[in-house]
């Protein structure tokens, strides 16, 4: 079963645009991690943020995590056509020794 | 780093036929895991190995699916049969250890007919 969710589930933009994803999930965690998915390849870990931390950011990316509401953003600044990529979230569950779940994703399609 | 390999990259079989993924991790990493995506889907784990021990395989058809890791490096994972159902991406990942980053390979595209 999916633990995570992503809203959108599609996203078009405009080059140099901010893109925002969220993600929601149902269970407490450890840890919860994001990851871009390029078309035909595997999936490439970008930020991990702990269950004690609200915000992290690399890059032009912004990761924030809400415990309380069991939810989670990515933002990415200034955005790229080499950003256009699938994007999943993945939780780590308390206790689960890593064991990662995925989200559904969201396609974020960044035009020139 | 080389990355984590796998392969094939792409596999057609008929329904009822046998296959087998093959998957060389990180030099290093303890930690291998077997991920099931199918298409429009996030990936879903089907077994995760902590060096050469089974840590979790509870969403694993363990009727048809089968997996190894000997000597705690390369894995091999098995479909015997295949169903129709089982078309998907089967993506292989590595950490240096529980609760730190997943390095995934490029997958093996898997067709059943």
């Known amino acids: 079963s999916q633990q995570g969710e992503e809203d959108p589930q599609a996203l078009s933009i405009q080059e140099g645009e901010n893109a925002t994803m969220n993600c929601s999930y149902k269970t407490s965690i450890n840890n919860l991690q994001w990851y871009r998915q390029n078309s035909g390849r595997g999936l490439v870990h970008l930020i991990l943020i702990r269950s004690n931390e609200r915000e992290k950011h690399s890059g032009r990316l912004r990761v924030t995590l809400d415990t309380s509401k069991k939810s989670s953003s990515l933002l990415i600044t200034a955005s790229r056509a080499a950003d256009t990529a699938s994007y999943f979230c993945?939780?780590?569950?308390?206790?689960?020794?890593?064991?990662?779940?995925f989200g559904t994703g969201t396609q974020l399609k960044v035009e020139l | 780093e080389a990355g984590v390999a796998q392969s094939p990259r792409y596999k057609i079989i008929e329904k009822r036929q046998s296959v087998a993924f093959w998957c060389n991790p990180i030099?290093?990493?303890?930690?291998l895991y077997w991920y099931q995506q199918i298409l429009g889907q996030g990936p879903k784990l089907l077994i995760q190995f902590q060096n050469n021990g089974v840590v979790d395989d509870s969403q694993l058809p363990k009727d048809r699916f089968s997996a190894e890791r000997l000597k705690g490096v390369d894995s091999t994972l098995k479909i015997q049969p295949a169903k129709l159902e089982d078309s998907a991406v089967y993506l292989c990942?590595?950490?240096?250890?529980?609760?730190?980053?997943?390095?995934f390979g490029n997958g093996t595209r898997l067709t059943v007919t």
């Open positions: 990942a590595s950490s240096v250890s529980p609760n730190s980053p997943l390095h």
């Open positions: 993945a939780t780590g569950l308390t206790g689960g020794g890593n064991k990662l779940t």
């Open positions: 030099s290093g990493h303890a930690t």
